[in-house]
């Protein structure tokens, strides 16, 4: 299998700050990465790096052998949850065609083919009969399952997800979760989250990210200096429950 992803000696700095220094990762086809890391430890701004939404001073990125730019079509793309993102009236079919545009072209009509992906990306999430509702209307777990919907409509090779359950409540992101897990074998997953637990039991490889990458591989193999580093028992990556609370007694 190839590589979705290469980011190669990458280097960023916000003015004075240097928030990435000589970054180096792979990411191949059909991996499932959780990118975890201490706040301010610069996931978000590698995120937007692959998205090619800001260019780092040095180092290259490339997605499926091209620039991000050229591939943004093929990376779907799920933001942190933000309640008061969609306070305007659009319903959730409009959100999805959205997913659309970066294939077609801005000012192109929708066809009956942009309609069925529509539909089959909201029957994937489990939201096909709140197309009509408006989206500011849904909870914060129906609205991040309609926009993963609109990060699928584009069939993209991966799918990029930034914090997605933060300020969702428990039901709602165990109901999320069993969706990731769903789509696992459709796409390659990269997702940043402070939700060590639930990082252990979706993924397969961990990337630990603290303006350095310390770490990338499977999640057996964290080291040791991870856990002072991040403040996080490397069996909680590796299991989900820390081996020292299960063996307790
Ligand atoms: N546009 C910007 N201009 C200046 N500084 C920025 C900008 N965006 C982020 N930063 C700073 O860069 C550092 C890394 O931010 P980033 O959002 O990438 O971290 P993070 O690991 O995603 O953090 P968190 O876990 O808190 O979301 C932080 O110190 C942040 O304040």
Not at 175 to 182: A, M, R, V
Not at 192 to 201: C, K, L, M, N, T
């Amino acid at each position: 299998m190839g590589n979705v992803i290469d980011v190669k000696d990458v280097w960023l700095r916000y003015k004075d700050l240097t928030v990435l220094e000589s970054v180096n990762l792979s990411i191949e086809e059909g991996d499932f990465l959780g990118i975890i890391g201490p706040n301010g430890g610069g996931k978000s701004t590698l995120l937007k790096v692959i998205l090619g939404l800001i260019k780092p001073q040095r180092g290259t990125v490339e997605v499926l052998g091209t620039t991000p730019e050229k591939a943004r079509h093929l990376i779907g793309y799920v933001p942190q949850y933000n309640p008061s993102s969609l306070d305007f009236p659009i319903n959730v079919r409009e959100v999805v065609l959205m997913g659309r545009m970066g294939k077609k072209g801005l000012f192109q009509k929708y066809t009956e083919e942009d309609h069925a992906a529509t539909k089959k990306a909201l029957k994937t999430v489990e939201m096909l009969e709140y197309s009509d509702r408006q989206i500011g209307e849904l909870s914060g777990g129906q609205r991040q399952r309609v926009f993963i919907a609109r990060a699928l409509v584009s069939e993209p090779k991966v799918l990029i997800l930034d914090e997605p359950v933060t300020g969702i409540d428990t039901m709602m992101q165990m109901e999320f979760y069993e969706l990731l897990k769903k789509l696992r074998s459709r796409v390659t997953i990269v997702m940043v989250s402070h939700d060590i637990s639930a990082v252990s039991v979706l993924v397969d490889k961990i990337a630990c990210l603290n303006g350095k990458l310390h770490y990338h591989g499977s999640k057996e193999l964290v080291p040791e200096d991870v856990e002072q580093a991040y403040g996080c028992p490397v069996e909680l990556i590796a299991h989900g429950v820390p081996h020292r609370v299960l063996h307790k007694h």
